[in-house]
């Protein structure tokens, strides 16, 4: 099946520092990808939409210059999350769909982010 | 605005026994339903969409409109169903939107 690679899968970073988030599909091209946060024991909760070559679509309440989105290739999206403070710790998923036509999505393991 | 609904966080039955899982929908257009599974301590994967009609691993779900449902069940319940299982909504905007998810425990 599909692969979707998140990079890191774990990141530590100080409060006021940016992170660098990386989802690659390996196996295929992707002309979408999602990016969703999860909070404990709670739902996935779709931040954008990633779209290559184009500017991401946001959802309502995401700050856009806080979560920057680029999905320069058909393959990688990157989720930067910009002066980082204790509140955007959480679970990041992306997401890539293979075939337009289809409602599959190939989830990547994710990225557990903890700003001190 | 779309919505999904899962109102069971947590639903444990006994092995051999029929489960199901609970997914209501709020959507103005015609949706797309899927259920999504995610296995202890792997990525979540596609179980089934409503569109295919499918039985997957003895699971179904119909999509009732007029109850705006999309429940998933199984007649009997197997201890390797465990998992945490996810109701999703598919949007014209090609955005994919999830309930909360329901945790099955499968007891021996």
């Known amino acids: 099946g599909a692969v979707v690679s998140q990079h890191p899968s774990r990141v530590i970073c100080k409060s006021g520092t940016s992170v660098k988030i990386e989802c690659r599909s390996l196996?295929?091209?992707?002309?979408?990808m999602f990016w969703y946060r999860q909070f404990p024991k709670q739902s996935l909760m779709l931040m954008a939409t990633?779209?290559?070559?184009?500017?991401?679509?946001?959802e309502q309440g995401v700050e856009k210059d806080k979560f920057l989105i680029n999905h320069a290739s058909l393959t990688l999206s990157t989720l930067t999350v910009t002066s980082a403070h204790p509140e955007d710790s959480s679970f990041y998923i992306c997401?890539?769909?293979?075939?337009?036509?289809?409602?599959?999505?190939?989830f990547g393991e994710g990225s557990r982010l903890t700003v001190l | 605005a779309q919505r999904v609904t899962q109102p069971e966080k947590l639903l444990s039955v006994f092995k051999g026994a029929p489960v199901e899982l609970k997914c209501n929908y709020s959507?103005?257009?015609?949706?797309?339903l899927f259920w999504y599974v995610q296995y202890s301590r792997q990525r979540l994967q596609l179980l089934l969409r409503h569109i295919s009609r499918e039985s997957i691993k003895g699971f179904t779900a119909d999509l009732n409109k007029g109850e705006t449902s999309f429940h998933l069940k199984k007649p009997f319940a197997q201890e390797e169903d465990s998992a945490m299982y996810y109701c999703a909504l598919r949007g014209s905007g090609n955005q994919f939107y999830f309930g909360t998810g329901t945790s099955l425990t499968v007891i021996p």
């Open positions: 959507y103005s257009g015609s949706p797309e």
């Open positions: 990633s779209n290559e070559g184009s500017k991401a679509t946001y």
């Open positions: 196996d295929f091209q992707a002309t979408t």
């Open positions: 997401s890539a769909r293979m075939d337009p036509n289809t409602g599959e999505l190939f």
